[in-house]
Structures are given as structure tokens and as C-alpha cells.
């Protein structure tokens, strides 16, 4: 299917390409293991291009889960070669290069992992799925919704799987939680709530002076939207994959309210993403004040999921079993006798927080889903084919988290440029 004739066709018939995803097309793909992985001719060859914290972080879960996902690091890349000599004991027979053009030259490569900072996404991403090569991109996709277009473009164009690094996705209990929103476990969703905070400056050691902005990429703007590309972009994606749909417009604000140590990017945001259907997503972060941390909440009139900590909510649990005997006879006349007390007037009533604990969304939560994200990205490049609906997951969580940092900068309400819409 051309560009073109795929775009006519996600118009009419889905919403932008989310709708093709589901959580079970994933869990069924996700099973389907039963090959040879190991096997010389099921191997997948991939450099990696970025091995700083998280491109080692990638590597060492690659090696770690090598039965299941049979994937060889034969080359590593980076500019800075502290980080390359790092990556060099992960993977000590991988070909070490300081020009990613150089690798991408390499014969017998299957693909690429993109983990560079932010803003030195797009031209390798572009340039590798121009070699003929399958790319793994870490989110978010690029620093400016331009580049994430051609990123889009380059990939359609050349049929390569462009997968970015969405790794809820991925995750068992996000993959359930998902099947029981889209199932109507929760009712009708109407609010999504997300929140990721920390207490820290978000500052790494500086061997010298003159790497300040080449180490601390994430605390300036050229680099990075900081809170947004970091964290927010995660969430973003979720709050669309539960809708399967797309925001309609985004507003916002943020501030640099605390870390005032010459970082440009803001310390604290707030959004609020708006649905056709009425929903509102409200996401914020911050980096003053860890006691909440991170969170995922998807609210409807039968029930809530927090996804980040595995917990289902029923607006109406079922009611325990009373006891039997004198004991539930005390407990009704203490009921009737020391029942709720009106206060100021009789409509007064405090309505605070449920203290259900709920059910956990599946019993034996041991993965974030990135080892399964790597493992299904060298199962597509085995199959040569896309995950139908993944690349626009990641495409749109990006899309949304720059538009909402052109929201906040504004102080406009944004919506998405027709132009950007895949």
C-alpha cells in the first residue's frame, strides 16, 4: 500500500491508525515464539548508534534475555568515548565506531537501535531506514514535530519497521489493563489522569566545564523539552492507546519554580488534553516532590485502573461476607447508633478517597515491557513486516508531547497541523 493510498485509507476507516492496535493483537503476537530464535539463520544482527545510560541499559537486557529474543550486537556507536569504551565490555565483539555513517555501511546488519540524545534522532533513524536497514528508535521520536514527520515519511516510503521505544506497549498489565478498558470493565472512560514526579536536580557529573551541555543535553532546549520527552511522552501514548483516539487540542502551562541553576527547560508542567468525545486527560509533572511518583489512571463510571502499580478499582465492590451471630448484631446497632454525624449541616458529607485496595490487574508483574519490546522488534524484522498500528503509537505520543510544549510556550490552545496528521 503507497503513502498516500494508506493515509486515504486510516481517514475513512480508523482514527489516525491507533484503532488497528489492540492489546491482544500484541499479547497473540507476543506468543508466537515458537521458532528457533538461536538458530543461525533466525539470528538478528543489530548496531547500536547511542550507548550512553540507555543504549547500555538496552544492550545489557539484550544479552540478559538472549534465548528469547536471539538478537547479536555486532556494532556500537557514539561520539563520546567514555560511553563507547563502557559499551565495548557489554559487548565486547561488537565493531566500535565514533561516525554512525560508518556503521550503517556494515554488511549482514538487520538493524539499528537509536539511542542517542533527543535531538541526533532523526538523521540516523533517517539515514538508516535509507540503508535498507530496520530502525529501533528510543522515544521520544525527535526534538521538533518536523523532524518527526520525515522520521514518519522515511519509514512509509521505504517499508522498513520504524519501532519506537514505547515499552508500555508491551508491559503485561498495561496490555490487560488495556483489554479491560476497551472490554468496558470501566464503563464509559471520561477522565484520564497521569502524573510522574521526582525530587532530584536531574543533574549528571561534568568531567569538564566545556561538556556541561553535551552531558546535561536534557536540561536545555536546543536538546530537549526536558519533564516532556523524558517522562510525559509515556503517558501521552497510554492515555491515547485507552481512547483509541486523538486529542483534538492540548493546552498548558509550566514554570521553573525550584531548580533555578541555569537549566532551560521547566521544572514543573501541567496539561490538558481534549477529546472529541468530552474526555480530559490531565497530566503534570514535576521535580521537586517524589511522594506520589508516577501514575496512570483511566476513570469510568464502573471502575478505575492505576496502571503503573498493577491495581483494578469496581466502583461497587462486592460487599464482604457479613459475619454471623451476636457479632453482626453489635456491628448493626453501633451502625444505628454511632452513624454519620451531620457537621455545619445534614447535606455535609466528606467525600474523601476510597480505600478499596482493588485487585491486582495481573498476579505476576516482573516487567516494564522492555525486554518484550526488543523481542518484538527482532520478531518483525524475522517476519519483515510492521506491527500493524505500532509505529503511529509512538508516532502520536511524540506528536502530542511537542504540541503540548508549543501549548505551554504560547499559552494557546494547539491542535495538530492537518499536515502532521499520518
Not at 557489554?90 to 565493531?95: D, F, G, R
Request: hydrophobic share 40%.
Amino acid at each position: 500500500m503507497t503513502y498516500q493510498n494508506r493515509r486515504t485509507f486510516l481517514k475513512n476507516g480508523l482514527v489516525a491508525g491507533t484503532a488497528i492496535l489492540t492489546p491482544m493483537s500484541l499479547m497473540k503476537i507476543m506468543a508466537q515464539t515458537g521458532q528457533n530464535v538461536n538458530s543461525p539463520n533466525n539470528k538478528v544482527l543489530l548496531g547500536v548508534i547511542g550507548t550512553g545510560s540507555r543504549g547500555m541499559h538496552l544492550m545489557q537486557i539484550i544479552n540478559d534475555n538472549k534465548n528469547q529474543n536471539g538478537i547479536e550486537i555486532v556494532a556500537i556507536c557514539d561520539v563520546y568515548k567514555p560511553h563507547l569504551d563502557e559499551a565495548q565490555a557489554i559487548a565486547p565483539n561488537a565493531k566500535a565506531f565514533e561516525d554512525y555513517r560508518d556503521l550503517l555501511e556494515m554488511k549482514d546488519l538487520d538493524g539499528v537501535i537509536i539511542a542517542t540524545p533527543l535531538h541526533v534522532h532523526a538523521a540516523p533513524t533517517i539515514d538508516a531506514l535509507n540503508s535498507g536497514l530496520h530502525v529501533f528508535c528510543e522515544k521520544a521520536m525527535a526534538r521538533n514535530i518536523e523532524d518527526v514527520h520525515a522520521m514518519a515519511l522515511a519509514h512509509y516510503e521505504t517499508g522498513k519497521i520504524l519501532q519506537i521505544g514505547q515499552q508500555r506497549l508491551f508491559d503485561p498489565k498495561f496490555l490487560r489493563g488495556m483489554d479491560k478498558v476497551h472490554n468496558g470493565d470501566l464503563g464509559i472512560v471520561t477522565q484520564i489522569r497521569a502524573f510522574w514526579h521526582r525530587n532530584n536536580d536531574w543533574r549528571r557529573p561534568v568531567p569538564s566545564p566545556d561538556l556541561e551541555r553535551f552531558i546535561n543535553w536534557r536540561l536545555y532546549r536546543e536538546y530537549s523539552a526536558g519533564l516532556l520527552t523524558e517522562l510525559a511522552c509515556h503517558h501521552i501514548q497510554v492515555g491515547n492507546w485507552a481512547k483509541r483516539a486523538l486529542p483534538i487540542d492540548v493546552r498548558g502551562t509550566g514554570s521553573i519554580s525550584y531548580w533555578k541553576d541555569g537549566r532551560e527547560v521547566y521544572d514543573n508542567v501541567a496539561l490538558i488534553f481534549r477529546y472529541e468525545d468530552g474526555t480530559q486527560f490531565i497530566y503534570d509533572s514535576m521535580i521537586q516532590n517524589k511522594k506520589y511518583g508516577l501514575e496512570v489512571q483511566i476513570m469510568g463510571d464502573k471502575g478505575t485502573l492505576e496502571m503503573e502499580t498493577n491495581r483494578f478499582f469496581l466502583e461497587n465492590p462486592p460487599a464482604p461476607p457479613k459475619p454471623a451471630g451476636i457479632v453482626q448484631l453489635v456491628q448493626d446497632l453501633e451502625r444505628n447508633v454511632f452513624g454519620s454525624v451531620p457537621i455545619g449541616s445534614s447535606s455535609w458529607d466528606a467525600e474523601l478517597a476510597d480505600t478499596n485496595p482493588g485487585e491486582p490487574i495481573i498476579q505476576n508483574d516482573s516487567t516494564d515491557g522492555t525486554p518484550e519490546s526488543l523481542t518484538g522488534f527482532a520478531n518483525s524484522i524475522r517476519e519483515g513486516k510492521s506491527i500493524p498500528g505500532l509505529f503511529e503509537e509512538g508516532y502520536y505520543g511524540t506528536m502530542w508531547t511537542l504540541l503540548g510544549e508549543q501549548a505551554i510556550d504560547t499559552g494557546e490552545v494547539v491542535k495538530i497541523p492537518q499536515q502532521f496528521v499520518v
